[in-house]
Structures are given as structure tokens and as C-alpha cells.
């Protein structure tokens, strides 16, 4: 069964204190995103990852990292954490061929940053 | 202006309607215009997809795209109380992979 996984589903944390959520996707997928969802501003991209070790800024990476070592993972650090990180986090792994094109949400990770 | 914008309703139909979900951007470059359906509590599942222009069609649903207008559309015939969820429109430009710009998104709700 294709498969986007995130890690942790919650997550209470305070100010400063560094976290790590992690992604992993069962489909090969070359692409793979961090997207954060708040009321109001809909789905924002974080970074995305075009393969192993190519990673780029979307619309909001400030205070955030992220890493693809592996094809299969992609975590999303936040290094200092800050309450304005509170959000829900989605990542998405994707895949192209041609015009053809498919894209998987994992299941999101729900932050609140006291 | 907003590189893509959708109304975010709410929006209440009765069960059996055709539905009606509409976005417009400014970005001539967007080639692969998306829709996808989020439940609550949910990550966002593609419905969707049309690369360049026209219409494409999958069962009850039907998405257009008049790049002309920079305006796309998806149709939900008969609808149904399961199609109750948040539809979010999305599009990206040929060369940029995954680099995907979403829409607000449109609250559904179809009444039994």
C-alpha cells in the first residue's frame, strides 16, 4: 500500500527546545515536501526535496531544516522552535513521468510550541 | 494579489446537487493545475489533475482549466454527504517540480 508516514502525530513542546519530525515515504518517490497548514492561509510549503541530498526553500522555511539522505526519508528539524511554529505539518512525497504526475500526503503531525 | 485564490465558502448544498468549486491565479507558468480533497482531521488526498488546458473527467468529478482566463473549475455531479470535506485547488509550473502553491481551500458540505 503506498504510504506517507510522519512521526510524531502530536507533539506539545516548549520554546527552544529543539525537535525533529520525522517522514518516510514506500514509493520511490523523487519529490518530496514539508508543507504547514494554518486557518485562514490554507497549505504553505516549507522545503521540498527534488532527490537525495537536493533540497530547496518553499514559501515559508524560515526557522526550519530539513535533510534527505536517504529517498525514503525527509525530517523536519525545528532547531529552535518558537510559538509561531504551531501549525499543522503535512509532508508529501511525489512523483513524475512525463506530464504524468501523483502526489501522496502523509497524515500530518499537529504542533503546539508553548 | 495572491498567486492563486478560491473562495473558502462555506458552502452547502443538498445531496443529489452539482457543485460548483472555482479558482483563479496570475501565474501564466503554471502548467499542472490540481484539486484535492482534505477531510477533517485528514492530510489533503489528489483528486485531480490537468496538465495544460481543458477538461478532464473521473467518474461524478469533471475539472476544467481556461488558461486564457487563469481559471479552473471542479464539478462534483450528484453530489453526495460522503463529498462533505475541504477541496483545495492547486498548481505548479512544468520545470518546478514540486514546488506547489495552494489555494485556501473551499469548505463543502452536502446536506442528506
Known amino acids: 500500500e503506498a504510504q506517507v508516514t510522519q512521526n510524531p502525530r502530536y507533539l506539545i513542546t516548549v520554546t527552544g527546545k529543539k525537535l525533529t519530525v520525522t517522514c518516510s515515504q514506500n514509493?520511490?518517490?523523487?519529490?518530496m515536501s514539508w508543507y504547514r497548514q494554518d486557518p485562514g492561509l490554507g497549505l504553505r510549503q516549507i522545503y521540498y526535496?527534488?532527490?537525495?541530498?537536493?533540497?530547496d526553500k518553499g514559501d515559508v522555511p524560515e526557522g526550519y531544516k530539513v535533510s534527505r539522505k536517504e529517498k525514503r526519508n525527509f525530517p523536519l528539524i525545528l532547531e529552535s522552535p518558537s510559538p509561531n511554529q504551531t501549525s499543522l505539518y503535512f509532508c508529501a512525497s511525489s512523483s513524475e513521468a512525463g506530464t504524468a504526475w501523483t502526489q501522496y500526503f502523509g497524515p500530518g503531525t499537529r504542533l503546539l510550541v508553548l | 494579489q495572491k498567486e492563486v485564490e478560491q473562495d473558502p465558502g462555506p458552502l452547502s448544498v443538498p445531496e443529489g446537487a452539482i457543485v460548483s468549486l472555482n479558482c483563479t491565479y496570475s501565474n501564466s507558468a503554471f502548467q499542472y493545475f490540481m484539486w484535492y480533497r482534505q477531510y477533517s482531521r485528514k492530510g489533503p488526498e489528489l483528486l485531480m489533475y490537468t496538465y495544460s488546458s481543458g477538461n478532464k473527467e473521473d467518474g461524478r468529478f469533471t475539472a476544467q482549466v481556461d488558461k486564457s482566463s487563469k481559471y479552473i473549475s471542479l464539478f462534483i455531479r450528484d453530489s453526495q454527504p460522503s463529498d462533505s470535506a475541504t477541496y483545495l485547488c492547486a498548481m505548479r509550473e512544468k520545470t518546478s517540480y514540486d514546488k506547489v502553491i495552494f489555494g485556501p481551500g473551499t469548505s463543502l458540505s452536502v446536506i442528506p
Open positions: 526535496s527534488m532527490n537525495v541530498e537536493v533540497t
Open positions: 514509493m520511490n518517490h523523487e519529490y
